[in-house]
């Protein structure tokens, strides 16, 4: 801990010293915990944006505010899966109707 305190500005490392770890550190916090949660959230929006995060800050944006605005007019319109998610969807049920249930005993089944 020490190194860590030198490495930082001086009045953080007074104030984190004069005011003890039950003011700043995590384990002494009693109250609602968010932070997997909002780690998780932060993934997914990042996941969410990855191809625009290699862009310049104004295409960006841009970029995730269409993204955003398509999510809005999808939930709107009542849809909540995309268009190449309701193919690849509808693939998978087509496949799954050539397959045929067969009762190999009295609660397994197989499929031919």
Known sequence: MSKALDA?????????????????A????????LGNRTSHVAESFNGW???ARSLPVHA?????RVQIMLQDKL???GKRITEATAKLLQKSVSLAREYISERKEEKVFGYT
């Open 49 to 51: 944006i990855l191809e």
């Open 60 to 64: 960006m944006m841009e970029r995730i």
């Open 8 to 24: 930082m500005p001086p009045d953080a490392s007074q104030w984190l010293m004069t005011n003890g770890p039950v003011h700043w």
């Open 26 to 33: 995590d384990s002494y916090f009693h109250g609602n915990r």
């Open 75 to 77: 939930r709107r319109d």
